[in-house]
């Protein structure tokens, strides 16, 4: 019977109830939207990254062992491709004995057979679109067809099988045996932070839905709380007034609930095309699970009953039909201390280590008691900055505002408290993302940009063998017949000799570091055309030096604080003593890695197809890649990670919005009858309005400014601790303030879209005093 009666209320309770229920239900119908949208690209990222992975393949045996004495294994050598920046997956393959069946590749029915190719669709769509001097030519043979999307992380992937004479794959370094392909998914450092910042974000997104479910169960709580004192009179207990409360919010949820998971299917096809990772996902993975949209039809109703239940707790309603409230006690300025404290445990350590890695357990003590200082410290400040205004301001509009922010500034707050984290996360993320970005394309003073390395021979990540002199001339004549091409030759330091058609002494890796490991030389008449690199002493014909971080690192930034790598002090290679002493020049050297600077982009991809045979030869791990291309792989991860979070503030903006329309709603109707005695008094209509705006607009706008103070606090810390030397002081991309900042107008438009309510609800001749 209670349950029912909840039901006629809410249904059959007027025009107010009516309105009440739509405005709760659109609003928990954007915020449904929002998580639902947030969990489908999580499992399409989660199902992508727990794909086989067939990269993740090693070798069981030698090449040279397998060829007579392993049936049924194929030969694999698995190595990055690059063009124009997008990295390309080859795979090398040949197999032994046809008459036993060999491991298969997810996504081809079979292995190509020698001179044949299978390529996945874009790569397919990418090779017919260019010159094949460009990129076809580095795949020998006929197409054979296209690969599956079992082989594939999403319909971008650039992939290609290539099939290969068993005793030619036999004799390039790298190539070894497998008898059996990877099924494991691959667990990197790159999985584990883009599920932090799934993480993240669904903090960022539950707060505000949590808010935004509680601000509209609360709408027109006034006149609720009356209603329910006449049933308490007519003979209702306690605990049947918060059946029937509970009801009318879970109906308005449920309803929420519904309504969005219906808007999610309409945009769930835009949410395929969203390349979170850098790459587009495949569409039907882009999607909830059925248990997921289970916990959604079932968890908002019930985080709407709570609300409901919580937001009567302060509220005791007697048989006499009085509802009295417990005034609730001015928030301390305690509250601050916690942010002061997150602050500063998080900057100090960051200034204090000198350059060093600082302690990460104390980083993250302090982010985590910066991200709760926000919350705790909210209500205090925006009691302080209402009293503040009080007493300064002069205009009614103002003065009634700020009087009604410093009588409740919890309630005032509670209703922008989802800004913060958002803001906060946006803020720090954007503060730091341009200035690495910005830093990673100046390094070198910005001349690097467009030079192709090629690393053949030992440097400490690019293990292979370094190209003999005369191979090393053939190579080095091409590309000097090439217009508009400059080169500077990387030569091996002679020391202790290698085996001419055999391994190093030693497997290369940190463990291994044999004395021609520890330099390389090059002539100085060739160093000139790359300033960047620095300058040979006065005399000095040829130098020694170490390019092991130039041609390997992955990170401009640490290739700019080891720049310039050649000066005064370099120990000159026809004149120093040690190993290397007597090179008159280093052309009669092995060749172990060349620059090539070349500024059309048509003549670079022709020289990286001119290379690829070279650096397959000698074995070497390494992609000829532009500086420009090192510096853009990190700088497309930094700018996901920057989409990601601007991404969150602007949703959870649009969820803040839709909460604050809510909150005005009910604020207007739980105010109706000191509004409706305003005007009465010949109050403008006008003034009100701006009292009900002011009212939300200072708490959005001090939430955002903490927020934003505090991410910008925490950012430049991080910057500090990069020391990045070569950029210049940049600040946020114009998508963060136009994200931001116009996230926050839209709000406020959302909340002016409220304001003609006012004008109905407090028309004089709907005034009542009895």
């Known amino acids: ?27 928990v119908a954007t915020g449904v939207t929002v998580l639902l949208s947030t969990v489908a690209l999580f499992n399409a990222f989660r199902t992508t990254a727990d794909r086989p992975c067939w990269e993740c393949t090693t070798g069981s045996a030698p090449a040279g062992w397998a060829l007579g004495a392993t049936p049924g294994a194929v030969l694999w050598n698995h190595r990055l491709d690059s063009y124009a920046g997008r990295p390309i997956k080859r795979l090398d393959v040949a197999v032994l004995d046809g008459r ?47 690969i599956g999307r079992a082989a594939l992380s999403g319909p971008d992937d650039l992939v290609v099988v290539v099939g290969q004479n068993p005793d030619a794959l036999a004799g390039m370094a790298g190539t070894v045996a497998v008898d059996a392909v990877a099924t494991a998914p691959a667990a990197d450092d790159t999985t584990a932070l883009y599920e932090h910042g799934f993480g993240i974000a ?52 449920l309803l929420g609930a519904l309504a969005g998971i219906a808007v999610f299917q309409a945009v769930r096809p835009a949410l395929a095309g969203v390349a979170v990772t850098g790459s587009r996902f495949f569409p039907d993975v882009v999607a909830p699970t059925p248990l997921q949209y289970a916990a959604v039809v079932a968890g908002v109703p019930l985080a709407a009953a709570g609300a409901a239940l919580w937001s009567l707790r302060r509220v005791r309603i007697t048989p006499l039909g009085a509802a009295r409230k417990v005034r609730a006690s001015a928030p301390g300025w305690w509250r601050v201390l916690p942010l002061l404290a997150g602050l500063g445990l998080f900057a100090g350590p960051v200034f204090a280590s000198g350059g060093r890695e600082p302690d990460a357990l104390l980083l993250d003590v302090g982010l985590a008691l910066i991200m709760v200082g926000l919350m705790v410290a909210g209500p205090w400040l925006t009691m302080l900055v209402a009293r503040l205004a009080a007493r300064l301001t002069r205009g009614a509009a103002t003065l009634l505002a700020a009087q009604r922010l410093a009588a409740d500034p919890k309630g005032a707050f509670r209703s922008v408290s989802g ?18 970005v910005s830093g990673q394309a100046a390094a070198g003073g910005g001349t690097l940009g467009e030079v ?19 191979t090393a001339d053939e190579l080095l004549a091409e590309l000097r017949s090439r217009p508009g091409v ?30 021609f490991m520890l330099g390389h030389v090059v002539a100085c008449d060739a160093l000139t055309a790359f300033p960047a690199l620095g300058r040979c002493a006065p005399g000095a014909r040829a130098v020694t030096a170490d ?16 720049l310039p790598i050649v000066d005064a002090s370099s120990p000159a290679a026809d004149q120093g003593a040690g190993p290397a002493a007597g090179q008159a020049a280093p052309a009669r050297l092995s060749l172990a890695a060349v620059l090539v600077r070349a500024d059309d982009p048509a003549v670079r991809e022709r020289i990286r197809t001119l290379l690829t045979p070279y650096v397959a030869r000698s074995g070497s791990a390494e992609t000829p890649l532009t500086f420009a291309e090192v510096a853009q792989a990190r700088a497309v991860l930094l700018d996901q990670v920057e989409r990601v979070a601007l991404a969150i503030v602007a949703l959870t903006l649009l969820v803040a919005g839709c909460g604050l329309l809510v909150a005005v709603a009910g604020g207007v109707v739980e105010r109706r009858q000191p509004f409706t005695l305003l005007r009465l008094c010949g109050t403008p209509t006008r003034t009100l309005s701006k009292v009900v705006l002011l009212e939300t607009a200072a708490p959005v706008v001090l939430a955002a400014l903490v927020a934003a103070g505090a991410g910008f606090g925490v950012a430049e810390p991080l910057i500090d601790q990069l020391a990045i030397k070569s950029a210049p002081a940049v600040l ?39």
């Open 486 to 515: 400059t080169v500077l030759p990387i030569h091996r330091r002679i020391g202790q000799p290698a085996p001419p058609d055999g391994p190093p002494p030693c497997d290369p890796g940190p463990g291994c570091r044999p004395d």
């Open 202 to 253: 669904a903090i960022g997104l539950i707060v505000p839905l949590i808010v935004l479910i509680g601000t509209a169960t609360r709408l027109a709580a006034a006149r609720r709380e009356a209603r329910f004192a006449a049933i308490r009179l007519a003979g209702a207990t306690a605990r049947q007034i918060n059946a029937i409360a509970s009801v009318d919010a879970v109906l308005g949820a």
């Open 419 to 436: 800004i913060v984290l958002a803001v906060f996360i946006g803020t720090a993320v954007a503060g730091i993302v341009p200035a690495v």
């Open 547 to 562: 390019f092991n971080r130039l041609l390997t690192s992955d990170n401009m930034l640490s290739v700019d604080r080891n």
């Open 1 to 27: 019977m209670t349950l029912w009666l909840g039901l006629r209320l809410s249904l059959r309770g007027g025009r107010e109830a009516i309105v009440r229920l739509v405005l709760v239900t659109a609003a």
């Open 732 to 770: 946020p991309g114009p998508a963060y303030f136009l994200t931001v900042g116009g996230g926050l107008l839209v709000a406020l438009l959302v909340v002016l879209a409220g304001l003609p309510l006012l004008r109905r609800v407090t028309a004089p001749e709907g005034a009542r005093f009895e």
């Open 100 to 146: 036993t069946p060999a491991p298969g590749v997810p996504g081809l029915s079979a292995l190509p057979g020698a001179g044949r190719h299978y390529v996945s669709p874009a790569l397919a769509e990418l090779m017919d679109a260019v010159p094949r001097e460009q990129l076809a030519d580095r795949f020998p043979g006929a197409r054979a067809g296209l």
């Open 452 to 470: 192709l390395r090629t690393s053949f021979g030992y440097a400490d990540a690019a293990p292979g063998l370094p190209l003999p002199p005369g």
